[in-house]
């Protein structure tokens, strides 16, 4: 009898110990096969982009002397902001470029302003200083790095806007020029930051350096060789690949978080409550248990990761149209890796950054950039010519543009027209079907419409006096 027992409860545990064995190898297995993608997608990329990991573009990001370098203008600027500096203009109704400000309107700003004299004196040094860095503190998983120079950047340049609009209303021609170029300075500040979120916010600030001088175009005249100046600075913007450098970062960062999660240094379970903002709770055998078979997760999510990303830098380097269908191509590849892990709780895959709106921002502005280009070509050749172009191609000619810009929405020329009062040069834009009228008619502006374009008016149409205040709904 006690012999029938014993062989009975050496074969319970005997299965006991199969059962638990066998997912204990298969795991291990798994993390063998992930281990062995993971060591030959990093030899290929050690081949192919030597300094891909993050610690390496770090040190090769650009070097800015302290006395050149924008970043430290912003920073020091924002610190003598006022507390919740511009929130009395979040809601004002800026009036098209032409258009003079209303007297409520010129108050409003005014009243911003005054407090601020002494951030927007420290501000108006960024006219000097084209390049920018700001230190960064990486955390170890990269996701948490803090950027509070973003909004430092962001307010500084609506500082400058509303400095430059003012002093467009006080026909102050020369300090708005600067004012201008001090704040496509502010965006630039950003630099080569290796973040996706950088990039994005770095493009909108310039897109708002366009913005303004749209404006100021259309207020007054200026000299050529500041329209000279400001065209070759656009040129130059065109060439940053703002893509490019945000996704090769986030590619480091992502494999300086995983690694991080490999080798210890970050505990994946509380670190998945903390960024998914999960309640936090003590740590249990089971929570042991569970690290034991993700290990295989993170692994194949480190392999996963690194491919998705590595071809979205190849895709980063094409044009727009083939950009786009690279990167629906991985967007494919993303869902059904995610879909592989739908039933376990801590698939880091889904973390995996959205490019999108960054590929979309860049497509947009480089074609405003490329609309603002030729504008100031065409305000260069008026004031040679003493007459509008008929044709971007006579821009060519004339020597005020060195080819004809592209329309990055469609690969064909950018549009061209004549108005009642002076020209516009225009996108499709990302719907395929802008016509360039937008501001047609002043009075009233459809405001859903994407307008990416720059417009010129006749001098004897710009700085047109103020229009009367909407009716409130």
């Known amino acids: 009898m006690f012999s029938t027992w014993r062989r009975r409860i050496l074969f319970a545990l005997v299965t006991v110990l199969v059962g638990l064995g066998i997912p204990v190898v298969m795991e291990l297995h798994a993390r063998s096969k992930a281990r062995g993608d993971l060591e030959k ?44 500096w511009g929130q009395s203009i979040d809601d004002l109704e800026w009036p098209p470029p032409p258009i003079c400000f209303r007297l409520d309107q010129l108050q409003k700003l005014e009243g911003e302003l005054k407090p601020s004299a002494a951030a927007l004196q ?11 860095r700001y230190r960064i503190e990486y955390a170890p998983d990269f996701l948490s790095t803090l950027t509070q120079h973003h909004q430092d950047a962001r307010s500084i340049c609506w500082l400058l806007y509303v400095n430059s609009s003012l002093l467009l209303q006080r026909k102050d021609m020369e ?98 409550e903390n960024i998914l903002a999960i309640q936090r709770r003590e740590e249990t055998l089971w929570d042991a248990i569970q690290n034991f078979f993700s290990f295989s997760m993170v692994l194949r999510s480190h392999v996963t990761w690194l491919d998705l990303e590595t071809k979205l830098v190849e895709a980063a380097k094409l044009c727009p149209t083939e950009r786009a269908k690279a990167s629906k191509e991985v967007q494919s590849s993303l869902a059904a890796a995610i879909s592989q892990y739908r039933n376990r709780k801590h698939s880091l895959i889904t973390l995996f950054p959205a490019t999108d709106k960054v590929m979309q ?34 821009l060519v000619q004339a020597g005020c543009l060195k080819k004809v810009p592209i329309d990055l929405f469609d690969g064909k020329p950018l549009r061209f027209r004549r108005t009642k009062d002076g020209l516009v040069i225009y996108s499709i834009g990302p719907e395929g079907k802008y016509d360039g009228k937008a501001l047609d008619n002043l009075r009233n502006i459809n405001e859903s419409v994407i307008r990416v374009e720059f417009r010129l008016w006749d001098v004897a149409h710009r700085r047109q006096p103020p229009l009367p205040a909407k009716a409130k709904e």
């Open 41 to 84: 997608i990093s030899a290929d990329l050690d081949r192919t982009d030597p300094r891909w990991r993050l610690e390496d573009i770090e040190a090769d990001r650009q070097q800015v002397a302290a006395d050149k370098n924008s970043a430290n203008s912003v920073v020091a600027a924002h610190r003598l902001l006022p507390k919740n």
């Open 122 to 132: 420290v501000a108006l040094k960024l006219k000097d200083q084209a390049v920018g």
């Open 175 to 272: 300090n708005a020029w600067i004012t201008n170029r001090a704040l496509l300075n502010a965006g630039r500040s950003l630099g080569d930051e290796p973040f996706l979120l950088s990039m994005l916010l770095r493009m909108q600030l310039e897109e708002m350096a366009v913005r303004s001088l749209e404006r100021a175009l259309a207020q007054g005249t200026f000299p050529l060789a500041q329209l000279e100046e400001r065209q070759k600075e656009f040129e130059k913007e065109m060439t940053v690949p703002f893509l490019f450098i945000g996704i090769r970062g986030e590619r480091g960062g992502a494999d300086c978080l995983l690694t991080n999660i490999e080798v210890g240094n970050i505990n994946l379970l509380p670190w998945l």
């Open 361 to 394: 921002t860049e497509q947009r502005l480089d074609t405003k950039l490329a609309c603002a280009v030729a504008a100031l070509a065409a305000e260069r050749f008026r004031l040679q010519k003493n007459r509008w172009p008929e044709t971007l191609e006579e």
